[in-house]
Protein backbone atom coordinates (compact mmCIF):
# COMPACT_ATOMS: atom_id res chain seq x y z
CA UNK A 1 0.00 0.00 0.00
CA UNK A 2 1.61 3.56 -0.80
CA UNK A 3 -1.52 5.01 0.19
CA UNK A 4 -0.99 8.85 1.30
CA UNK A 5 -0.54 9.85 5.13
CA UNK A 6 -0.69 12.82 7.05
CA UNK A 7 1.95 15.00 8.24
CA UNK A 8 1.01 15.27 11.98
CA UNK A 9 0.45 19.01 11.94
CA UNK A 10 -2.86 19.32 14.10
CA UNK A 11 -2.65 23.19 13.73
CA UNK A 12 -3.18 23.74 9.61
CA UNK A 13 -7.11 24.46 9.16
CA UNK A 14 -7.45 22.07 6.13
CA UNK A 15 -4.77 19.66 4.23
CA UNK A 16 -4.95 17.50 1.40
CA UNK A 17 -2.87 14.44 0.69
CA UNK A 18 -3.44 12.89 -2.61
CA UNK A 19 -6.35 13.73 -2.46
CA UNK A 20 -8.78 13.52 -6.26
CA UNK A 21 -12.16 13.40 -6.62
CA UNK A 22 -13.66 11.65 -9.70
CA UNK A 23 -17.65 11.98 -10.22
CA UNK A 24 -19.77 9.93 -12.13
CA UNK A 25 -22.30 10.20 -14.29
CA UNK A 26 -23.44 6.88 -15.49
CA UNK A 27 -20.94 5.15 -16.99
CA UNK A 28 -18.96 8.08 -17.91
CA UNK A 29 -15.70 8.70 -14.82
CA UNK A 30 -15.01 12.87 -14.48
CA UNK A 31 -12.03 13.13 -13.04
CA UNK A 32 -12.10 16.59 -11.29
CA UNK A 33 -9.69 16.48 -9.33
CA UNK A 34 -6.50 14.43 -9.25
CA UNK A 35 -3.64 13.65 -6.37
CA UNK A 36 -3.84 17.03 -4.84
CA UNK A 37 -1.87 17.66 -2.05
CA UNK A 38 -1.87 20.98 -0.56
CA UNK A 39 -2.42 22.56 3.44
CA UNK A 40 -3.90 26.05 4.53
CA UNK A 41 -2.24 27.35 7.86
CA UNK A 42 -4.26 29.62 10.46
CA UNK A 43 -3.86 33.22 9.15
CA UNK A 44 -3.18 32.27 5.77
CA UNK A 45 -4.92 34.21 2.73
CA UNK A 46 -5.03 31.76 -0.67
CA UNK A 47 -5.89 32.32 -4.05
CA UNK A 48 -7.21 29.25 -6.17
CA UNK A 49 -6.71 30.16 -9.62
CA UNK A 50 -7.68 28.01 -12.88
CA UNK A 51 -9.85 27.92 -15.88
CA UNK A 52 -13.44 27.43 -15.93
CA UNK A 53 -13.02 23.08 -15.31
CA UNK A 54 -10.40 23.52 -13.32
CA UNK A 55 -11.78 22.33 -10.78
CA UNK A 56 -11.93 25.07 -8.50
CA UNK A 57 -15.66 24.49 -7.02
CA UNK A 58 -14.66 20.95 -6.29
CA UNK A 59 -11.78 21.88 -4.21
CA UNK A 60 -13.75 24.39 -2.51
CA UNK A 61 -16.30 22.13 -1.89
CA UNK A 62 -13.86 19.31 -0.73
CA UNK A 63 -12.43 21.72 1.93
CA UNK A 64 -15.26 22.62 3.01
CA UNK A 65 -16.76 19.61 3.80
CA UNK A 66 -20.04 20.18 1.04
CA UNK A 67 -18.72 16.91 -0.79
CA UNK A 68 -16.08 14.18 -0.38
CA UNK A 69 -12.96 12.95 -1.85
CA UNK A 70 -13.10 9.67 -3.87
CA UNK A 71 -9.18 9.40 -3.52
CA UNK A 72 -6.32 10.22 -0.98
CA UNK A 73 -6.70 12.22 1.76
CA UNK A 74 -8.67 15.09 4.14
CA UNK A 75 -8.58 16.67 7.00
CA UNK A 76 -10.44 19.89 8.13
CA UNK A 77 -10.29 21.56 11.44
CA UNK A 78 -8.05 19.16 12.84
CA UNK A 79 -10.88 16.20 12.21
CA UNK A 80 -10.04 13.52 9.25
CA UNK A 81 -12.51 13.45 7.16
CA UNK A 82 -10.83 10.87 4.59
CA UNK A 83 -8.01 8.87 4.52
CA UNK A 84 -6.73 6.25 1.91
CA UNK A 85 -9.30 7.28 -0.12
CA UNK A 86 -12.02 5.67 2.69
CA UNK A 87 -14.76 8.64 4.15
CA UNK A 88 -13.98 8.41 7.67
CA UNK A 89 -16.14 11.37 9.06
CA UNK A 90 -20.46 9.91 8.78
CA UNK A 91 -22.91 12.67 7.23
CA UNK A 92 -23.99 14.05 10.64
CA UNK A 93 -20.15 14.47 11.97
CA UNK A 94 -19.53 16.84 8.78
CA UNK A 95 -22.92 18.26 8.54
CA UNK A 96 -21.51 19.48 11.76
CA UNK A 97 -18.48 20.38 11.34
CA UNK A 98 -19.08 22.54 8.15
CA UNK A 99 -21.86 24.47 10.55
CA UNK A 100 -19.12 25.14 13.41
CA UNK A 101 -15.95 25.38 11.28
CA UNK A 102 -16.70 26.88 7.83
CA UNK A 103 -17.76 30.27 6.60
CA UNK A 104 -18.73 29.99 2.85
CA UNK A 105 -19.48 32.74 -0.07
CA UNK A 106 -20.49 31.84 -3.70
CA UNK A 107 -21.01 34.20 -6.42
CA UNK A 108 -24.48 34.41 -6.12
CA UNK A 109 -25.79 35.61 -2.53
CA UNK A 110 -28.33 33.33 -1.68
CA UNK A 111 -30.10 35.63 0.50
CA UNK A 112 -33.70 35.01 1.21
CA UNK A 113 -35.40 38.06 -0.05
CA UNK A 114 -38.15 38.23 2.74
CA UNK A 115 -35.94 38.41 5.85
CA UNK A 116 -33.66 41.66 6.52
CA UNK A 117 -30.27 41.93 6.40
CA UNK A 118 -29.31 40.98 10.29
CA UNK A 119 -32.42 37.95 10.00
CA UNK A 120 -30.61 36.41 7.06
CA UNK A 121 -26.79 37.20 9.12
CA UNK A 122 -28.29 34.72 11.58
CA UNK A 123 -29.50 32.36 9.93
CA UNK A 124 -26.88 30.11 10.15
CA UNK A 125 -27.39 29.79 13.92
CA UNK A 126 -30.48 27.75 13.23
CA UNK A 127 -29.12 24.93 16.05
CA UNK A 128 -27.96 27.82 18.68
CA UNK A 129 -30.16 28.13 21.83
CA UNK A 130 -28.95 31.64 22.34
CA UNK A 131 -29.70 34.77 20.61
CA UNK A 132 -26.98 36.26 18.35
CA UNK A 133 -29.05 38.95 17.24
CA UNK A 134 -26.21 41.89 18.62
CA UNK A 135 -23.27 39.32 16.95
CA UNK A 136 -25.24 39.59 13.54
CA UNK A 137 -25.15 43.57 13.71
CA UNK A 138 -21.78 43.68 14.94
CA UNK A 139 -20.78 42.25 11.48
CA UNK A 140 -22.79 43.97 9.70
CA UNK A 141 -21.59 47.00 11.04
CA UNK A 142 -17.86 44.76 10.66
CA UNK A 143 -18.77 44.97 6.60
CA UNK A 144 -20.14 48.74 6.07
CA UNK A 145 -23.62 48.16 6.44
CA UNK A 146 -24.63 49.71 9.79
CA UNK A 147 -27.05 51.66 8.07
CA UNK A 148 -28.62 48.69 6.39
CA UNK A 149 -29.83 46.36 8.96
CA UNK A 150 -33.33 46.44 8.78
CA UNK A 151 -33.28 46.06 4.57
CA UNK A 152 -33.79 43.27 2.67
CA UNK A 153 -32.00 42.20 -0.09
CA UNK A 154 -34.23 44.20 -2.62
CA UNK A 155 -33.20 47.16 -1.38
CA UNK A 156 -29.61 46.47 -1.59
CA UNK A 157 -27.24 46.65 -4.23
CA UNK A 158 -24.90 43.77 -5.59
CA UNK A 159 -21.87 44.67 -3.38
CA UNK A 160 -24.26 45.36 -0.34
CA UNK A 161 -25.49 41.95 -0.55
CA UNK A 162 -22.76 40.14 -1.05
CA UNK A 163 -21.27 42.37 1.92
CA UNK A 164 -24.81 40.52 3.78
CA UNK A 165 -23.76 37.08 2.72
CA UNK A 166 -19.97 37.55 3.76
CA UNK A 167 -21.43 38.87 7.47
CA UNK A 168 -23.80 35.80 7.53
CA UNK A 169 -20.54 33.98 6.64
CA UNK A 170 -18.96 35.07 9.83
CA UNK A 171 -21.59 34.15 11.97
CA UNK A 172 -20.30 30.51 12.96
CA UNK A 173 -16.73 32.19 13.66
CA UNK A 174 -15.72 30.15 11.22
CA UNK A 175 -11.83 28.60 11.07
CA UNK A 176 -12.09 28.93 7.26
CA UNK A 177 -13.56 31.48 4.96
CA UNK A 178 -14.38 29.81 1.52
CA UNK A 179 -15.05 31.77 -0.92
CA UNK A 180 -15.99 30.93 -5.01
CA UNK A 181 -15.72 33.54 -7.49
CA UNK A 182 -17.06 35.81 -4.49
CA UNK A 183 -17.06 38.92 -7.18
CA UNK A 184 -18.20 37.40 -10.19
CA UNK A 185 -21.66 39.14 -10.03
CA UNK A 186 -20.31 42.96 -9.09
CA UNK A 187 -18.42 45.11 -11.29
CA UNK A 188 -15.09 46.16 -11.06
CA UNK A 189 -15.62 48.96 -8.33
CA UNK A 190 -17.74 46.94 -5.83
CA UNK A 191 -14.87 44.12 -6.32
CA UNK A 192 -12.43 46.33 -5.21
CA UNK A 193 -14.47 46.92 -2.21
CA UNK A 194 -15.34 43.22 -1.57
CA UNK A 195 -11.73 42.58 -2.00
CA UNK A 196 -10.71 45.32 0.71
CA UNK A 197 -12.88 43.46 2.87
CA UNK A 198 -11.24 40.43 2.53
CA UNK A 199 -7.56 41.56 2.71
CA UNK A 200 -8.98 43.32 6.26
CA UNK A 201 -10.70 40.23 7.56
CA UNK A 202 -7.65 38.00 6.90
CA UNK A 203 -5.42 40.94 8.32
CA UNK A 204 -7.77 39.98 11.74
CA UNK A 205 -6.26 36.51 11.03
CA UNK A 206 -9.45 35.00 9.31
CA UNK A 207 -7.82 31.99 7.31
CA UNK A 208 -9.37 32.03 3.21
CA UNK A 209 -9.34 29.86 0.66
CA UNK A 210 -10.77 32.27 -2.59
CA UNK A 211 -11.52 30.47 -5.74
CA UNK A 212 -11.79 32.53 -9.11
CA UNK A 213 -10.24 32.51 -12.43
CA UNK A 214 -9.99 36.10 -12.30
CA UNK A 215 -5.87 36.75 -12.91
CA UNK A 216 -6.38 40.41 -11.95
CA UNK A 217 -7.87 39.42 -8.36
CA UNK A 218 -4.98 36.99 -7.67
CA UNK A 219 -1.84 39.00 -8.19
CA UNK A 220 -3.42 40.94 -5.18
CA UNK A 221 -3.05 37.66 -3.06
CA UNK A 222 0.20 36.16 -1.55
CA UNK A 223 -0.62 33.04 -2.23
CA UNK A 224 -1.49 31.36 -5.43
CA UNK A 225 -2.34 28.25 -6.01
CA UNK A 226 -2.54 27.60 -9.95
CA UNK A 227 -4.84 24.55 -11.25
CA UNK A 228 -5.17 23.36 -14.62
CA UNK A 229 -7.21 19.94 -15.27
CA UNK A 230 -7.29 18.50 -11.98
CA UNK A 231 -3.98 19.18 -10.91
CA UNK A 232 -2.14 21.93 -9.19
CA UNK A 233 0.45 22.50 -11.36
CA UNK A 234 1.97 25.73 -9.46
CA UNK A 235 2.31 27.14 -5.63
CA UNK A 236 1.55 24.14 -3.38
CA UNK B 1 -69.65 32.97 2.03
CA UNK B 2 -66.14 32.50 4.11
CA UNK B 3 -64.15 35.56 4.15
CA UNK B 4 -61.61 35.94 1.28
CA UNK B 5 -57.92 35.14 1.57
CA UNK B 6 -57.17 38.02 -0.40
CA UNK B 7 -59.27 41.37 -1.03
CA UNK B 8 -56.82 43.93 -3.01
CA UNK B 9 -58.81 46.92 -3.46
CA UNK B 10 -57.58 50.16 -5.83
CA UNK B 11 -53.76 48.88 -4.70
CA UNK B 12 -50.94 51.69 -6.19
CA UNK B 13 -47.35 51.51 -5.94
CA UNK B 14 -45.55 54.84 -7.50
CA UNK B 15 -41.55 55.08 -7.47
CA UNK B 16 -40.04 58.82 -8.17
CA UNK B 17 -37.61 58.12 -11.06
CA UNK B 18 -36.03 61.72 -11.02
CA UNK B 19 -38.75 63.93 -11.65
CA UNK B 20 -40.67 61.45 -13.37
CA UNK B 21 -42.68 59.14 -11.25
CA UNK B 22 -43.92 55.89 -12.41
CA UNK B 23 -46.61 53.71 -11.34
CA UNK B 24 -45.73 50.32 -10.91
CA UNK B 25 -49.33 49.62 -9.48
CA UNK B 26 -52.39 51.56 -11.14
CA UNK B 27 -55.55 51.06 -9.26
CA UNK B 28 -54.87 47.73 -8.68
CA UNK B 29 -57.72 44.96 -7.90
CA UNK B 30 -57.70 41.12 -7.01
CA UNK B 31 -59.71 38.95 -4.69
CA UNK B 32 -58.92 35.27 -4.05
CA UNK B 33 -61.18 32.87 -2.08
CA UNK B 34 -59.96 29.45 0.12
CA UNK B 35 -58.98 27.16 -2.15
CA UNK B 36 -58.54 29.27 -5.46
CA UNK B 37 -55.38 29.53 -7.74
CA UNK B 38 -55.27 32.25 -9.82
CA UNK B 39 -52.73 32.86 -12.58
CA UNK B 40 -50.97 36.10 -13.21
CA UNK B 41 -50.12 37.02 -16.80
CA UNK B 42 -48.05 40.11 -18.23
CA UNK B 43 -45.28 41.41 -20.37
CA UNK B 44 -42.37 42.21 -18.83
CA UNK B 45 -42.44 45.53 -16.19
CA UNK B 46 -46.51 44.82 -15.92
CA UNK B 47 -46.43 45.33 -12.35
CA UNK B 48 -46.69 41.50 -11.47
CA UNK B 49 -43.81 41.09 -8.77
CA UNK B 50 -44.45 44.42 -7.45
CA UNK B 51 -48.39 43.51 -7.06
CA UNK B 52 -46.52 39.80 -4.71
CA UNK B 53 -44.23 42.41 -3.00
CA UNK B 54 -47.26 44.32 -1.97
CA UNK B 55 -49.54 41.01 -0.97
CA UNK B 56 -46.99 39.85 1.08
CA UNK B 57 -46.42 42.71 2.96
CA UNK B 58 -42.89 43.09 1.52
CA UNK B 59 -44.05 46.62 0.31
CA UNK B 60 -46.48 49.06 1.25
CA UNK B 61 -48.62 50.15 -1.24
CA UNK B 62 -48.65 53.84 -2.06
CA UNK B 63 -52.53 53.71 -2.00
CA UNK B 64 -55.29 50.93 -1.30
CA UNK B 65 -56.26 48.61 1.16
CA UNK B 66 -55.00 45.17 0.91
CA UNK B 67 -56.51 42.28 2.91
CA UNK B 68 -55.53 38.99 3.82
CA UNK B 69 -58.11 36.53 5.91
CA UNK B 70 -60.16 39.70 6.67
CA UNK B 71 -57.08 41.56 8.16
CA UNK B 72 -56.54 44.79 6.75
CA UNK B 73 -52.31 44.41 6.52
CA UNK B 74 -52.19 48.27 4.98
CA UNK B 75 -53.00 49.60 8.90
CA UNK B 76 -50.22 47.35 9.98
CA UNK B 77 -46.68 48.51 11.47
CA UNK B 78 -43.40 46.82 10.40
CA UNK B 79 -43.40 44.94 13.55
CA UNK B 80 -46.85 43.41 13.42
CA UNK B 81 -46.44 43.02 9.29
CA UNK B 82 -43.41 40.68 10.08
CA UNK B 83 -45.40 38.20 12.31
CA UNK B 84 -47.96 38.45 10.01
CA UNK B 85 -46.39 37.43 7.03
CA UNK B 86 -44.85 34.43 8.66
CA UNK B 87 -48.30 33.08 9.80
CA UNK B 88 -50.08 33.46 6.93
CA UNK B 89 -47.80 34.28 3.65
CA UNK B 90 -45.63 31.65 2.21
CA UNK B 91 -43.22 32.69 -0.78
CA UNK B 92 -41.72 30.89 -3.87
CA UNK B 93 -39.12 32.35 -6.10
CA UNK B 94 -38.05 31.25 -9.69
CA UNK B 95 -34.52 30.72 -8.35
CA UNK B 96 -34.99 29.13 -5.23
CA UNK B 97 -32.98 30.85 -2.43
CA UNK B 98 -31.53 27.80 -0.36
CA UNK B 99 -28.88 28.37 1.57
CA UNK B 100 -25.87 26.04 -0.21
CA UNK B 101 -24.16 25.12 2.98
CA UNK B 102 -27.51 23.73 4.58
CA UNK B 103 -28.89 20.39 3.90
CA UNK B 104 -32.21 19.92 2.50
CA UNK B 105 -34.37 19.42 6.00
CA UNK B 106 -32.42 22.39 7.51
CA UNK B 107 -33.26 24.81 4.82
CA UNK B 108 -37.13 23.93 5.73
CA UNK B 109 -36.42 24.40 9.51
CA UNK B 110 -35.45 28.29 8.85
CA UNK B 111 -38.80 29.63 8.82
CA UNK B 112 -39.23 28.04 12.03
CA UNK B 113 -36.37 29.27 13.61
CA UNK B 114 -37.39 32.84 13.81
CA UNK B 115 -40.44 32.01 15.63
CA UNK B 116 -38.92 29.84 17.90
CA UNK B 117 -40.95 27.27 17.37
CA UNK B 118 -40.59 23.66 18.77
CA UNK B 119 -40.45 19.95 16.71
CA UNK B 120 -38.84 21.84 13.72
CA UNK B 121 -36.80 18.65 12.67
CA UNK B 122 -39.67 16.68 12.31
CA UNK B 123 -42.01 19.38 10.84
CA UNK B 124 -39.57 20.19 8.49
CA UNK B 125 -39.46 16.35 7.30
CA UNK B 126 -43.17 16.48 7.38
CA UNK B 127 -42.96 19.34 4.85
CA UNK B 128 -40.90 17.56 2.72
CA UNK B 129 -42.30 14.04 2.11
CA UNK B 130 -45.87 16.24 1.62
CA UNK B 131 -43.44 17.80 -1.43
CA UNK B 132 -42.08 14.05 -2.53
CA UNK B 133 -38.47 14.83 -1.33
CA UNK B 134 -36.63 11.34 0.10
CA UNK B 135 -33.13 13.18 0.14
CA UNK B 136 -33.37 15.43 3.11
CA UNK B 137 -30.06 14.99 3.83
CA UNK B 138 -29.19 16.05 0.39
CA UNK B 139 -26.96 19.96 0.14
CA UNK B 140 -28.87 21.90 -2.68
CA UNK B 141 -25.87 21.19 -5.08
CA UNK B 142 -26.50 17.22 -5.03
CA UNK B 143 -29.94 18.22 -5.97
CA UNK B 144 -31.85 18.82 -9.46
CA UNK B 145 -33.60 21.78 -10.22
CA UNK B 146 -36.84 20.45 -10.01
CA UNK B 147 -36.05 18.94 -6.30
CA UNK B 148 -34.66 22.50 -5.06
CA UNK B 149 -38.20 23.49 -6.11
CA UNK B 150 -39.37 21.15 -3.60
CA UNK B 151 -37.57 21.89 -1.09
CA UNK B 152 -38.52 25.84 -1.28
CA UNK B 153 -41.49 24.74 -1.51
CA UNK B 154 -41.51 22.67 1.55
CA UNK B 155 -40.32 25.96 2.94
CA UNK B 156 -42.95 28.26 2.14
CA UNK B 157 -45.56 25.60 3.85
CA UNK B 158 -43.92 24.25 6.68
CA UNK B 159 -45.32 27.18 9.00
CA UNK B 160 -48.78 26.11 6.95
CA UNK B 161 -49.77 29.27 5.35
CA UNK B 162 -53.34 30.44 3.78
CA UNK B 163 -51.72 32.48 1.03
CA UNK B 164 -48.97 31.14 -1.12
CA UNK B 165 -47.46 33.54 -3.27
CA UNK B 166 -45.34 31.90 -6.01
CA UNK B 167 -43.08 34.17 -8.53
CA UNK B 168 -42.45 32.32 -11.82
CA UNK B 169 -41.83 29.16 -9.86
CA UNK B 170 -41.09 26.85 -12.64
CA UNK B 171 -39.26 29.99 -14.76
CA UNK B 172 -36.05 27.41 -14.50
CA UNK B 173 -37.63 24.03 -14.96
CA UNK B 174 -37.79 21.72 -17.68
CA UNK B 175 -41.25 20.17 -18.20
CA UNK B 176 -41.45 16.51 -16.04
CA UNK B 177 -40.54 19.11 -13.05
CA UNK B 178 -43.11 21.36 -14.35
CA UNK B 179 -45.81 18.84 -13.90
CA UNK B 180 -44.70 17.41 -10.52
CA UNK B 181 -44.86 21.33 -9.01
CA UNK B 182 -48.07 21.77 -10.37
CA UNK B 183 -49.21 18.52 -8.50
CA UNK B 184 -48.54 19.88 -5.37
CA UNK B 185 -49.95 22.81 -6.20
CA UNK B 186 -53.10 21.05 -7.33
CA UNK B 187 -53.23 19.23 -3.84
CA UNK B 188 -52.59 22.29 -1.84
CA UNK B 189 -55.55 24.58 -3.67
CA UNK B 190 -57.56 20.96 -2.63
CA UNK B 191 -57.14 21.77 1.16
CA UNK B 192 -58.23 25.72 1.05
CA UNK B 193 -55.29 27.28 0.23
CA UNK B 194 -54.82 30.54 -1.71
CA UNK B 195 -52.79 30.44 -4.44
CA UNK B 196 -51.03 33.00 -6.96
CA UNK B 197 -49.04 32.15 -9.50
CA UNK B 198 -47.13 34.80 -11.48
CA UNK B 199 -45.93 32.80 -14.97
CA UNK B 200 -44.53 33.53 -18.27
CA UNK B 201 -45.55 30.33 -19.15
CA UNK B 202 -49.09 29.93 -21.21
CA UNK B 203 -49.54 26.19 -20.03
CA UNK B 204 -48.87 26.39 -16.53
CA UNK B 205 -51.65 29.60 -16.41
CA UNK B 206 -54.03 27.23 -17.88
CA UNK B 207 -53.62 25.44 -15.13
CA UNK B 208 -55.23 27.60 -12.44
CA UNK B 209 -58.79 28.82 -11.97
CA UNK B 210 -58.47 31.77 -13.47
CA UNK B 211 -55.76 33.69 -15.14
CA UNK B 212 -55.76 37.53 -14.49
CA UNK B 213 -53.59 39.64 -17.22
CA UNK B 214 -51.91 42.52 -15.49
CA UNK B 215 -50.51 45.57 -18.08
CA UNK B 216 -49.26 49.12 -16.68
CA UNK B 217 -49.94 47.98 -13.23
CA UNK B 218 -53.48 47.37 -13.74
CA UNK B 219 -55.99 44.25 -14.81
CA UNK B 220 -56.99 44.23 -18.33
CA UNK B 221 -57.87 40.96 -18.87
CA UNK B 222 -59.77 38.23 -16.41
CA UNK B 223 -61.18 34.92 -17.51
CA UNK B 224 -61.89 31.69 -16.22
CA UNK B 225 -60.20 28.73 -16.74
CA UNK B 226 -62.56 26.18 -18.58
N1 LIG C 1 -21.65 17.29 -9.80
C1 LIG C 1 -20.87 17.03 -10.86
N2 LIG C 1 -21.09 15.91 -11.61
C2 LIG C 1 -20.30 15.64 -12.67
N3 LIG C 1 -19.26 16.40 -13.06
C3 LIG C 1 -18.98 17.51 -12.36
C4 LIG C 1 -19.78 17.88 -11.23
N4 LIG C 1 -19.28 19.04 -10.72
C5 LIG C 1 -18.23 19.37 -11.51
N5 LIG C 1 -18.05 18.45 -12.48
C6 LIG C 1 -16.96 18.45 -13.50
O1 LIG C 1 -15.73 18.50 -12.81
C7 LIG C 1 -14.80 19.35 -13.48
C8 LIG C 1 -14.35 20.46 -12.53
O2 LIG C 1 -15.48 21.29 -12.25
P1 LIG C 1 -15.45 22.53 -11.23
O3 LIG C 1 -16.84 22.99 -11.10
O4 LIG C 1 -14.74 22.12 -10.01
O5 LIG C 1 -14.56 23.57 -12.06
P2 LIG C 1 -14.29 25.12 -11.76
O6 LIG C 1 -12.82 25.31 -11.81
O7 LIG C 1 -14.98 25.54 -10.55
O8 LIG C 1 -14.94 25.82 -13.04
P3 LIG C 1 -15.70 27.24 -13.18
O9 LIG C 1 -14.63 28.28 -13.26
O10 LIG C 1 -16.43 27.10 -14.47
O11 LIG C 1 -16.58 27.39 -12.00
C9 LIG C 1 -15.52 19.85 -14.72
O12 LIG C 1 -15.17 19.00 -15.79
C10 LIG C 1 -16.98 19.68 -14.37
O13 LIG C 1 -17.76 19.47 -15.52
N1 LIG D 1 -37.77 49.60 -6.65
C1 LIG D 1 -38.21 50.14 -7.79
N2 LIG D 1 -37.90 51.42 -8.12
C2 LIG D 1 -38.34 51.96 -9.27
N3 LIG D 1 -39.10 51.32 -10.17
C3 LIG D 1 -39.43 50.05 -9.92
C4 LIG D 1 -39.00 49.39 -8.72
N4 LIG D 1 -39.49 48.12 -8.74
C5 LIG D 1 -40.18 48.00 -9.90
N5 LIG D 1 -40.14 49.16 -10.60
C6 LIG D 1 -40.81 49.41 -11.89
O1 LIG D 1 -42.14 48.99 -11.79
C7 LIG D 1 -42.58 48.37 -12.99
C8 LIG D 1 -43.13 47.00 -12.70
O2 LIG D 1 -42.05 46.12 -12.33
P1 LIG D 1 -42.27 44.60 -11.90
O3 LIG D 1 -40.98 44.09 -11.43
O4 LIG D 1 -43.40 44.51 -10.97
O5 LIG D 1 -42.67 43.92 -13.26
P2 LIG D 1 -42.94 42.38 -13.62
O6 LIG D 1 -44.28 42.32 -14.26
O7 LIG D 1 -42.71 41.52 -12.44
O8 LIG D 1 -41.85 42.11 -14.73
P3 LIG D 1 -41.01 40.77 -15.06
O9 LIG D 1 -41.93 39.91 -15.88
O10 LIG D 1 -39.86 41.27 -15.87
O11 LIG D 1 -40.59 40.14 -13.79
C9 LIG D 1 -41.39 48.41 -13.93
O12 LIG D 1 -41.51 49.54 -14.75
C10 LIG D 1 -40.22 48.54 -13.00
O13 LIG D 1 -39.14 49.18 -13.64
MG1 LIG E 1 -16.57 26.92 -10.15
MG1 LIG F 1 -41.27 40.00 -12.00
Known amino acids: MTEPAFDVQLSLVAEAAGMGKIYRRGAEEIHALREIS ?7 FTCVLGPSGAGKTTLLNLLGVMDVPTSGALRVAGTTIADAGRVRLAEGGRD ?39 YAVELLERVGLGHRLT ?33 GNVDTKTRDGIFDLFRELNADGLTIVLATHDGELAARIDRVIHLREGRIVEGA | MATPILEAIDVWRSYQRGSETIHALAGMH ?48 EKELVAFRRDHIGFIFQLFYLIPTLTAVENVELPMTFAREGNRRERALEAL ?98
Open chain 1, 96 to 134: RLRRENIGFIFTEFFLLPTLTAVENVQLPLLWAEKDDHS
Open chain 1, 151 to 183: HRPTEMSGGEMQRVAIARALINRPRLLLADEPT
Open chain 2, 30 to 77: LTVQPGEMVGIVGRSGSGKTTFLNQVGCLDTPTKGTISICGTDVTAML
Open chain 1, 38 to 44: VAFAPGE
Open chain 2, 129 to 226: ARVGLSEVRALPHQLNGGDMQRVAIARALVRKPRLLLADEPTGRLEHGSRVAIMDIFRSLRAEGMGIIIVTHDPTLAEETDRIIELRDGRVVDERKVA
